[in-house]
């Protein structure tokens, strides 16, 4: 099977790399945006076009199905090209559901962050008014760290700067989980810990993504035989050697992210 998977940038390879572990035989093709991260700082309008010009790229190099590895892309394009594409779209949203079920001391509190388009968008809206019955949950967006990331910047001193200085009015013990509800914020829960304390928790949206995916995934496309490995691209073309090497940095960070829970 051949799956697409797609972000503004390097965030949804938090989300391959989950992919890779649920599904060692699949062969993926895995594009980034970065012509245009961060999406962010775009306009949900700007936003739609991308998403309509990689999607259909993604078909014409014949996936069976796409991840769209982006919580701001999803939260803007997803129910305009849900029916549109011949192949399945899954699309990936904050897991504060995950992050309420999870709960398990009710004084605290679940802190979600993203991007300011998701973090403001009607859908995080309706998400949170559908799961948090008990009024748990606060959000705020962290835009920034797509910055950071996008950098490949993950331990200097400014991180947690920039998180004290943006989340002074926040009472840090008082949280439980922090919901990361953009795929670049996994490289950073070691500076969130340093934030709020080495108790904090977290959830992302990957495993229940790839869970959809493999939910979604037409039987056809467990009988194809493609060559099991990732091919990637950056904005339409095939990335260069120094960026592949830059791809197995994240992916090594990734790698020692990936049981911080
Ligand atoms: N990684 C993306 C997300 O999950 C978007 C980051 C950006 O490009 O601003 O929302």
Do not use: W
């Not at 949203?93 to 993203?114: C, L, S, W, Y």
């Not at 835009?143 to 950098?151: G, M, N, P, S």
Request: a negative charge; hydrophobic letters at 35%.
């Amino acid at each position: 099977m051949k799956i697409g998977i797609y972000d503004s940038g390097i965030g949804g390879l938090s989300v391959l790399h989950q992919a890779r572990k649920m599904l060692p035989g699949a062969e993926f093709l895995y594009y980034a945006d970065e012509k245009h991260v961060p999406y962010g700082e775009k306009t949900r309008e700007e936003i739609k076009g991308y998403v309509e010009e990689i999607l259909n790229f993604l078909i014409d190099h014949g996936v069976d199905a796409v991840v769209i590895a982006c919580n701001t892309a999803t939260s803007v394009a997803k129910k305009e090209f849900r029916n549109t594409f011949s192949v399945p779209i899954v699309g990936m949203e904050p897991a504060v559901k995950k992050a309420v079920r999870m709960q398990q001391d009710e004084t605290k509190r679940i802190f979600v962050t993203a991007t300011p388009i998701t973090i403001y968008g009607e859908k995080l809206d309706h998400l949170i008014e559908q799961v948090d019955a008990h009024h748990k949950v606060d959000k705020y967006p962290l835009q920034k760290l797509v910055r950071f990331a996008e950098r490949c910047n993950f331990d200097s001193p400014e991180i947690d700067e920039y998180l004290r200085n943006e989340l002074k009015g926040f009472d840090f013990d008082r949280y439980e989980y922090i919901v990361l509800g953009c795929t670049h914020f996994n490289y950073f829960k070691e500076h969130f810990r340093t934030v709020f304390g080495k108790d904090v928790h977290f959830v992302d949206g990957n495993e229940g993504t790839v869970r959809q995916l493999m939910r979604v995934l037409p039987k056809e496309a467990y009988e194809r035989k493609d060559k099991p490995g990732t091919t990637y691209y950056y904005s339409g073309r095939l990335v260069n050697d120094y960026e592949k090497h830059q791809i197995q940095r994240y992916m090594d960070q990734l790698d020692k992210m990936y049981d911080i829970n």
